[in-house]
């Protein structure tokens, strides 16, 4: 619809040109930020295990439940893992952070498909499998994994890419299995020692990981890089190198903005209405789209045109199905558009209801709402007369130092000053302060209980010395 001048009268813009959104949904569309960690490495370097591992860290509670109420987390066992062929996607929410893994094949014949994976990335993993020993032919194993990461750098076109996108890189030493000694603090440091507690005959020492694989990660022109222990079977590492990995992922979120995850509305949402000639091509040709929540019940259909006012802080009325309602704007348009320091004016997606009237997509990105809009019922409350009290039935609730009253409205007096306690001022057919006294009450209650007790000890003399 066309852009409306400001004018204090009330101008009916055209339905059609607006949609409506029910309450529910208004407050739970919320995209969230989504980040894609691509998982590399060769054959049997443990990196779907490392992925079953995190599912177990940050999905399964101590009692190995799921975290989330009523979801279903599968774990692979180790001894159960084949090799992959093709990709597996697990998405897990880490330190606030949701990431999407992509666990790709490492064999000889899928690794060409890597290359398509690197532009949508925001970070890479690369596996290596540290216990090597010093056998020549284990040690060829990692010879490997370098020349891979190797040729990766000097293709061209993927040269390109990760000059363009220069995204952080994180290599795991996997397999790992024996621990390092914790510091005198408790936890585990992480940092490379002078000398590394490790059996030298089973795994290969960091520093010579990380000097074999120095010159991989200039050419890679990573903005920043690490290398970390892990073993991907007891969890060892893995929580400190997912925290490196977070924080650089955030870090990096000014040259990489990480992609949006639109979730389902929740099962107890309203459906989404909109009129057969509201229509995608309305949202390109509209200059000025409108965000509108309505009660659960309110029919738009009936509608031809919809009063509001331009004016801040003034509401429209309009009636229907023989009720009145009130069309208050809710965010005005100067506050949506006003850029705060540091930061750029408000933008909000579009989401529209799909075929099925199951989940919600978007539509367009980064669509300008300009004005948000909200509809409700207006209810003429009644004066209550305060002359108009009558007795009190049973079933009038009473509430401890108030006295509650039944007016003919249907509405309760306890917040008048003439319903307290002990004003003499009340009207005629009140309560007595007696009946209201919940001490006096209790006392006679006691007197009760103490007079029953009081005869039944007697009678129990009585037969005793009998």
């Not at 005959?201 to 970390?228: G, H, P, R």
């Not at 309009?318 to 558009?337: G, I, P, Y």
Request: net charge positive.
């Amino acid at each position: 619809m066309s852009t409306p001048a400001s004018t204090s009268s009330s101008p009916t813009p055209p339905f059609s040109h607006m949609f409506h959104i029910a309450k529910d949904i208004y407050s739970n569309i919320k995209k969230k930020e989504e980040y894609s960690v691509l998982v590399l490495g060769i054959d049997d370097a443990g990196k779907t295990t490392f992925i079953e591992k995190l599912k177990e860290l940050y999905l399964l509670g101590a009692d190995g439940k799921p975290l989330v109420k009523g979801a279903k987390v599968r774990i692979t066992p180790p001894e159960r893992i084949m090799p992959t062929v093709g990709q597996n996607v697990t998405t897990i929410k880490i330190n606030k952070v949701l990431l999407k893994f992509w666990d790709l094949g490492g064999q000889q014949a899928l690794r060409p498909m890597w290359a398509n994976y690197y532009d949508q990335c925001h970070c890479i993993v690369f596996v290596v499998d540290s216990r090597l020993g010093h056998d020549e032919d284990k040690r060829a194993h990692l010879t490997r994994a370098r020349q891979v990461l190797m040729d990766i750098t000097k293709d061209e076109v993927n040269r390109a890419i990760f000059d363009r996108i220069n995204i952080p890189i994180l290599m795991l030493a996997n397999k790992q299995d024996h621990l390092r000694e914790p510091s005198a603090t408790g936890t585990t440091n992480l940092e490379l020692p002078e000398e590394m507690p490790y059996d030298d005959s089973d795994c290969i020492e960091l520093f010579e990981l990380k000097e074999t694989f120095n010159d991989v990660f200039e050419n890679l022109n990573a903005i920043d890089s690490k290398i970390l222990p892990i073993s991907a079977t007891s969890g060892y590492g893995i929580k400190q190198a997912m925290d490196w990995l977070t924080v650089r992922l955030t870090r990096n979120k000014q040259n990489v903005p990480p992609n949006y995850k639109y979730y389902q509305p929740p099962k107890s949402y309203h459906q989404l209405k909109t009129l057969p000639r509201f229509d995608r091509e309305a949202l390109t040709l509209n200059k000025e789209i409108w965000l509108i929540k309505t009660p659960k019940d309110f029919n738009f259909s009936k509608l031809e045109k919809l009063p509001v006012s331009f004016e801040l802080n003034q509401s429209a009325e309009f009636e229907a199905d023989n009720k009145t309602f009130q069309v208050c704007e809710e965010m005005h348009q100067e506050d949506l558009t006003s850029t705060k320091a540091g930061s750029k004016s408000n933008k909000y997606s579009l989401l529209l209801a799909s075929k099925d009237k199951k989940t919600l997509k978007p539509s367009g990105s980064n669509t300008t709402i300009l004005r948000f809009y909200s509809i409700s019922e207006k209810i003429e409350i009644p004066e209550i007369n305060i002359s108009q009290v009558v007795k009190p039935r049973k079933d009038v609730p009473k509430v401890y130092e108030l006295r509650m009253r039944h007016f003919p409205t249907g509405y309760g007096a306890k917040d008048y000053k003439e319903a307290q306690p002990g004003n003499d001022k009340a009207p005629e057919g009140a309560r007595s302060d007696e009946e209201d006294q919940p001490q006096k009450k209790k006392a006679k209650t006691d007197e009760k209980k103490e007079k029953k007790k009081k005869e039944k000890k007697e009678k129990k003399e009585k037969k005793e010395k009998k």
